[in-house]
């Protein structure tokens, strides 16, 4: 302890050996679970190249499991960090990573290149994709535009409110978008309730890709978040370069948005309860619940996915719908039990 | 130390300080009084950072808009009179935000004298066995002696302190307000305090500013310009004579 005078309650390595581990379980029995419950035994010979009972379960596993769950992995530890830190910088545990905006105007390019056919010459499925990140980036320049404009230090309440109409004018958009969609609504759905199916070695790479280059300054931020959480004008009087944090949360959380839903739509709830059940929990130093929200939204959403794929099936249930469902009544019950018992 | 030049605080229309101008030295305390909306706190605020004005504040000659805000926390320590908890953080972490300006590299590691700063500074604010207390279950006077303890572990040459004692008991107004005398004792330090209390302005202040719609209605020596007929003009009342009654209802 020489070195570190101080207790600043940063996650232990016991803990996150912990959290590891708990997450490595719940990928391994993600792989394996699900329309088709393939034994652990074949998930690992397919993986390392042993007899397997039948020969479709290696494609199973290696084209359709491994880069999904992966994928549903990536994307719970980016959406629920992204939470984390928007909750702690606008002091508002209503906040998440799509509070300013960007998870709807990515959905919304999304639509605009379905309903348009609006495709990149040469990759004709990314289309899409494309169009969601394009959105989002502009969402971000223009909600970051008008607050810049109503006053030069970016207050949060002016964010908060520019982000929440700017998200209803969005749905609204939406809402004409699929009233001329016709046969294309349920591709439309597809991006605006989230879906992890057919998800590639390629998109969890890019989503691992994002998750280092915009989490790890959100990581790196954790000192001044939690002098955000106690108050911004007290952030100051400590020394917190205030508008430069701001600026730098909010760009990596929007463009990490912007890369999750481009992949899987915008699937909801994940972003705003996990980091809350965290901090009910382990309390709201940010040093320990930005990595322990990492960990447990990426444990959520592999669950998740894994519910939307085998509770119906054949059928497949948007994963949105899920983790809505799900992430309600559990929020319920937590929020209510440690409500009654103390406060948080 | 600090500077003030022809300081001017506009909101929207409304000129809340006006040319004001103010020179803090070393070994100096200042109390800023004056009634409601004179510009006492709006002055705590732009010598804080946290007000845009017009005018000049230098610190040691040098201007504060130039002055990176790390450093600024460094040599100026500001107490504000907004902070209200919404996140359960404990007490301890929220004195730990004290000794922010003090990291130093990218890890920002390397703040040896960090632990005992902050020992200190809970001892002083009487809030040693409360340090896993959390902020949340805390009565006013409690949180106001947490953001207390946050600035004095901060360590700074000037404490800009707004209604320290405000929620405080008066066992504990009485102990920080001669705390801060003694703290001032060390060579290098000068103090303001924005207050209400007229009579603790006089007694500890060496130094006053009375302010009046955000003007400057004298300034200097406390003893010379905390006078009666001074408050009485401002205030627009006998101040020393009410104060007196107040007094007097004792002996009944």
Not at chain 1, 192 to 208: D, H, I, P
Request: aromatic share 8%; with cysteine; glycine share 12%.
């Amino acid at each position: 302890m020489k070195n570190s005078p101080q207790k600043e309650g940063g996650l232990g390595f016991g803990p996150a050996v912990l959290w590891t581990g708990l997450a490595l379980v719940t990928f391994v029995a993600c792989v394996s679970l699900g329309s088709v419950n393939i034994s652990l035994r074949d998930v690992w010979n397919s993986v390392f190249g042993g007899e397997v009972s039948r020969e479709t379960y290696r494609s199973i596993i290696w084209w359709t499991r491994l880069p999904r769950v992966l994928c549903a992995g990536l994307m719970g530890a980016a959406l629920s960090l992204c939470g984390a830190a928007m909750q702690g910088l606008l002091r508002n545990p209503l906040a998440d990573g799509s509070t300013l905006g960007v998870s709807s105007g990515a959905a919304l390019g999304a639509a605009l290149s379905i309903v348009l056919g609006i495709t990149i010459p040469g990759l004709e499925t990314a289309g899409p994709a494309a169009m969601a990140m394009l959105f989002a980036f502009g969402s971000l320049l223009l909600i970051l535009a008008l607050a810049w404009g109503i006053d030069r230090s970016f207050a949060t309440h002016n964010i908060i409110l520019i982000g929440v109409v700017f998200t209803m004018l969005v749905s609204a958009l939406l809402s004409i978008l699929i009233t001329f969609s016709g046969e294309k609504l349920r591709s439309i759905t597809y991006w605006t309730m989230g879906s992890l199916s057919g998800k590639s070695y390629e998109q969890a790479g890019v989503l691992l890709g994002g998750l280092i280059l915009f989490g790890t300054p959100l990581f790196l931020q954790s000192r001044e978040l939690n002098a955000f959480a106690v108050g911004e004008e007290n952030a100051l009087h400590v020394g917190v370069p205030v508008r430069r944090v701001k600026l730098t949360v909010m760009i990596c959380a929007s463009a990490l948005i912007g890369i999750c839903v481009s992949i899987g739509g915008s699937i909801a709830f994940v972003g705003l309860i996990i980091p809350h059940m965290v901090r009910l929990a382990a309390g709201p130093n940010h040093r320990k619940l930005l990595p322990l929200s990492a960990f447990a939204g990426a444990i959520f959403l592999m669950l998740a996915d894994l519910a939307a794929r085998s509770l119906l099936s054949p059928l497949e249930l948007p994963i949105g719908v899920v983790t809505s469902l799900i992430g309600a009544v559990v929020f319920i019950v937590i929020f209510y039990r440690s409500r009654k018992g103390g406060v948080r | 130390m600090l500077k003030a030049e022809h300081l001017t605080v506009r909101y929207g229309e409304k000129t809340v300080l006006k040319d004001l101008s103010l020179q803090v030295c070393e070994g100096e305390w200042w109390t800023v009084v004056g009634p409601n909306g004179a510009g006492k706190s709006t002055l705590a605020g732009a010598l804080g950072k946290t007000v845009s004005y017009e005018g000049t504040i230098t610190l040691e000659g040098k201007d504060i808009r130039q002055i990176p805000q790390q450093e600024y926390a460094r040599k100026v320590g500001v107490l504000s009179q907004n902070h209200s908890a919404v996140y359960g953080f404990t007490v301890e972490e929220v004195v730990n935000l004290g000794r922010y300006a003090r990291y130093t590299g990218f890890l920002r590691k390397g703040d040896p004298d960090g632990a005992a700063k902050i020992d200190e500074a809970l001892k002083l604010t009487g809030l040693a066995d409360m340090r896993k207390r959390n902020m949340l279950t805390l009565s006013g006077g409690e949180s106001q002696r947490v953001f207390l303890a946050q600035v004095l572990c901060q360590d700074p040459e000037i404490l800009i302190l707004d209604e320290p004692a405000n929620h405080l008991d008066l066992p504990f107004q009485q102990e920080l307000f001669s705390m801060i005398g003694e703290w001032l004792k060390e060579p290098g330090r000068a103090v303001i305090t924005v207050m209400h209390d007229l009579s603790l302005a006089r007694k500890y202040g060496s130094h006053a500013l009375l302010l009046n719609k955000g003007q400057c209605a004298g300034q200097g020596k406390a003893s010379e310009v905390l006078t009666p007929e001074a408050l009485k003009s401002v205030y627009d009342m006998d101040v020393y004579g009410w104060m007196r009654t107040l007094l007097e209802t004792w002996k009944e």
